[in-house]
């Protein structure tokens, strides 16, 4: 959310920069997909909390390199392109929903295998509702209801 809220001014001070670096939003959007994989990897999430330089990188590449790229992103891509994103984040929280949930083992070294199933729980209620809204806006024509 920080890095959606500073976007407006950072725009102010590099106006060409986004212009130049993200003309049609894909390399904002690929550059947001990398860093949310990565930080949902069990390791990484362990790591940043056991080393302090990998907890500042957390801290930084969230709003700095996941909130201004979406935010800057989204407006520049097509419905297509939108509902795409939207569709990968879907599956890609499906996926980490089952293996958070069904794997017996536990996963992260500094969470419990109680709060590693209910994190899995909460990425399938968001990829379920991702689901929904994509179908939703994908089936349904909006002019009928004007």
Same mark, same amino acid.
């Given at each position: ?6 976007? !407006? ?6 106006? $060409?920069?986004?212009? +130049? ?5 894909? !390399?904002?959007?690929? *550059? ?7 930080? *949902?990897?069990? =390791? $990484?999430?362990?790591?940043? *909390?056991?080393?302090?330089?990998? /907890? ?6 969230? !709003?700095?390199?996941?909130?201004? !790229? *979406? =935010?800057?992103?989204?407006? +520049?891509?097509?419905? =297509? ?6 569709? #990968? ?15 017996? /083992? ?6 419990? #295998?109680? /709060? ?18 994509? #179908? ?11």
């Amino acid at each position: 959310i920080a890095g959606l809220l500073m976007y !407006p001014q950072f725009k102010k001070w590099f106006p $060409t920069f986004f212009h +130049k670096w993200n003309e049609n939003g894909i !390399p904002g959007m690929l *550059l947001f997909f990398i860093i949310v994989i990565y930080w *949902l990897f069990p =390791r $990484t999430m362990d790591e940043a *909390l056991m080393n302090t330089s990998v /907890e500042i990188f957390k801290f930084i590449s969230w !709003p700095f390199l996941v909130g201004i !790229p *979406l =935010r800057d992103s989204w407006s +520049k891509l097509s419905d =297509r392109g939108k509902t795409i994103s939207l569709s #990968l984040i879907s599956g890609l929280y499906f996926l980490m929903g089952f293996i958070y949930i069904f794997t017996d /083992e536990q996963l992260c070294n500094n969470y419990l #295998l109680v /709060e590693q199933i209910a994190l899995g729980w909460g990425f399938l209620i968001i990829a379920i509702s991702l689901t929904v809204y994509v #179908l939703q806006a994908t089936f349904i024509d909006y002019s009928q209801y004007e």
